[in-house]
């Protein structure tokens, strides 16, 4: 008895072509789903991890290994192909069961591990959860893709199946990245998020399970999609939803105690905010599980301010950058004829915390003008207010300041200081505001006499050695861009900078008198504070200290934030654990000997290439087996093309990553933008993977070559950003907004480009669809891990992110010489 063929399967599984339809909608949704749960899962993970984007490079290696186990033993599977849509069915309704008990975990998992509210977690804790909670959602879906493809290989020509697939599930991944920014980071609560979609996921897989008619278990797989798709939507609109999100926002404030009294939490489009009482009238507020203020605090935000006033002499124009929920606002008002301009990103932060603020401080808020956009040049500008909030990123605020014509804003800069309340560089969204291109751009709004004035957590007395690394980036960062830097000692030290050489001191004595001479009316302060503040013995230290660090330590700049590295470093001293060996030994990495590996490789791909004699009687002989090369041939070249996949999905992530940091650095709101800017990616990777899957023959030499040609244009692209990173000519490309979505979609497509081809590749070398597209799918994504850690471990915060685009480059000219060398040979 004959084994039927693959055209009887397809007639018993599709019996019409219209039900091809939902087969593609299936793997559409499929592609959504893993995006949308990305996000919601980095959101809750960001807040476990207090918005320290070190974790990023954990979630994404986690969640790239999972995707890689699952689609390794996908892979192996060898059931009947007419069951397949059952266990689709099964597998995606399990993960959008997954995804909110993920989500809740993530929640509670301080008070489930007994980890202290306020500790920064250590990296192996951080490793722990991010395997815990990421890696089961992923290995489904690596765990699918080799199944999907097998089923879709039954109605087509198996060789381009698997490009197929991935275009699709790349399509909606688009979508899925759109909505991720425009309606869920807007409009939705994340478990309200996570059950709309397993709405919409049951619903679909009931209409796909209809579809397909030749399983006999259809009906109880189809009961069980009706049961999930009723029970989420319930979920969605009843009562039920509003208590678990309750219940799920307890467990995340249970490690902080009885204390606080939790006011009010919302997740905006920078970051999740939540207020908090303790005692009486003392109030916290949190951003991303980050303290970041706590107010009234009326004396110490006196002291604060004036000591930031006291070196700005007869200041009359100042720029402030964040603090204004914590009074600062309200003593800088009381400095006669003085006009503030403030910046706060996100709306939200005064928003929430208005209703609990003092009286005085409140009334000051609700007074001040709101600017929403600077004036055109041909409107005549306002008479400037005392007081006026800004709602945007304080660099693109700069940027926008530094071009506009003084004649056409006359109540813009230049401003004579410029208070930066900023906390910790902590963060890469943080690390931007102490960078030496920072401190160039506020000094072009300064003048030759402004003066700069930032903080950092400091020592008092001792300084080790990556204490003082981190606060000596930032000191060499200010003094490469101001000439002239004075620090005043504290937990908190304060660095003061200017262009003019008498305009800062440290004698108590002048700075009292210029603070008589502003004539400021606060009772509740003396001048002798300043006695205080600029104790000499102390004084002398820490400056003699830090000026000990210039030209031994790398300043702090955009394109190498060296902050980030010390900040790891102290991170986990801090935390209490012992692996600072770790990042010993990665400051201990050289860019240039990965580069110059990289190139040698090339160089003796190339020469053996070129060197090899081509006979015409062979010659004449190969051309006739072109489309079906010896066994030994196929081998060869189907090992390369798994490495020059593996090799891109490591470039890929790692492109990425750098195009989201450079974006951060000059244009902010990372966060709000981050779906978009995935979602251009994945457009890419559509485009690349279509044009690719549709164009040219199947013979594996033609494959080899057009991968190689795909490997060698990735190369020159990420070749060109780097030499403009490297350049001065590169930040005047980068401030124009649509050069990342054009880098990321170019980016996405050749990454895409090369799954295909490697995917055709197969197909023409006879290999086994499903067990194919298992394999591929596991060496991008094991790439990609790779990448992830590699990235934002490894290479940016080392080399800089110039250095990291050269060996990513160096990376995909070696993969595409060796793929040209086999080709020819």
Known sequence: MQSPTRETISAVLFPAPSVRYPAYGTVALFGAT????????????????????????????????????????????????????????????????????????????????????????????LLQIAALHLCPFSF??????????????????????????????????????????????AYCKPLTAAWALGTLTAGNLVWFLVSCKSDRRRP???????????????????????????????????????????????????????????????????????????????????????????????????????GGESGALTVLLRYPNLAIDYVETDPAVLEMVLPYLEEEDRRVLQTAEKVSRPPRKTERPAPPA????????????????????????????????????????????????????????????????????????????YFDEQMLSYAGSVYQALYEAFGHVLAAPGARAFLF?????????????????????????????????????????????????????????????????????????????????????????????????ALALCAAIALAAAVLGLRRRIDPTAAVLAAAHYDRPPDRCRVRGYSAAIGALAAAGMVGMAASIILLL???????????????????????????SLAANRFGRDAPGALLVRLGLCALAFCLLLGSIALLAGTGVGRQWFERPMVFPLAMIAAGALTGAQFSLVGRFAGACGRDTARAGGVLESADHLGACVGAFATGIVLVPVSGIAASLAVAAGVELAAGAILLALARN
């Open 34 to 125: 893993a995006i949308v749960a990305q996000v919601l899962l980095l959101r809750e993970s960001l807040i476990v991890a207090a918005g320290n984007e070190l974790f990023l490079a954990l979630f994404f290696g986690c969640w790239f290994i999972g995707i890689t186990v699952g689609a390794a033993i996908g892979s192996l599977g060898r059931g009947r192909v007419q069951t397949l849509p059952t266990r689709i069915a099964a597998f995606l309704l399990l993960q959008i069961i997954l995804l909110p008990v993920l989500m809740i975990s993530l929640r509670g998992v301080r008070s489930t591990w007994g980890l202290p509210a306020w500790q920064w977690l250590p990296l192996p804790t």
């Open 220 to 322: 109880w797989a189809l009961a069980a999609g009706a049961v999930g798709a009723v029970f989420a939507f319930l979920l969605l609109l009843g009562p039920v939803r509003e208590e678990i999100e309750r219940r799920a926002a307890q467990l995340r404030h249970r490690p902080y105690g009885e204390a606080f009294h939790w006011l009010a939490e919302r997740y905006t489009p920078y970051q999740h905010l939540a207020l908090a009482r303790q005692g009486a009238d003392q109030f916290a507020l949190l951003s991303n599980g980050q303290f970041i203020a706590s107010f009234p605090d009326p004396y110490g935000i006196r002291q604060r301010v004036h000591l930031m006033m006291s070196q700005c002499g007869q200041a009359r124009r100042v720029l402030v950058i964040g």
């Open 497 to 593: 900078a200017t262009a003019a050489p008498d305009r800062l001191t440290s004698d108590p004595a002048v700075l009292a008198a210029r603070f008589d001479a502003r004539g400021v009316a606060d009772p509740d302060f003396s001048p002798l504070f300043f006695e205080t503040a600029y104790e000499r013995h102390q004084l002398e230290l820490l400056n003699r200290t830090l000026r000990r660090t210039l030209g031994r330590v790398r300043p702090n700049t955009d394109f190498e934030p060296a902050t980030y590295l010390h900040f790891l470093r102290l991170w986990s001293q801090f935390s209490g654990t012992r692996q600072s060996w770790i990042f010993r030994a990665v400051q201990g990495y050289d860019w240039r000997i």
């Open 662 to 688: 450079l974006y951060q650095n000059f244009h902010g709101a990372l966060y709000r933008q981050v779906g978009m800017l995935v979602a251009l990616f994945m457009a890419g990777l559509t485009a690349g």
């Open 386 to 461: 005392r007081l006026r909030v800004f709602h945007e990123d304080a660099r693109r605020l700069l940027r926008r300041f530094s071009a506009a014509p003084s004649a056409s804003m006359p109540s813009t800069p230049p401003y004579d200081a410029i208070l930066c309340n900023a906390p910790d560089p902590a963060t890469a969204a943080l690390n931007r505001f102490y960078t030496r291109d920072f401190f160039q751009q506020a000094r072009s709004l300064l003048g030759e006499t402004g003066v700069f004035v930032a903080s950092i957590a400091s020592s008092v007395n």
């Open 140 to 185: 489904l879906t690596g765990l699918t893709f080799p199944m999907l493809c097998r089923l879709l290989a039954a109605q087509s020509a198996e060789s381009r199946a698997i490009g197929r697939v991935y275009a699709v599930e790349s399509l909606g991944s688009l979508v899925g990245g759109v909505a991720a920014t425009l309606v869920i980071g």
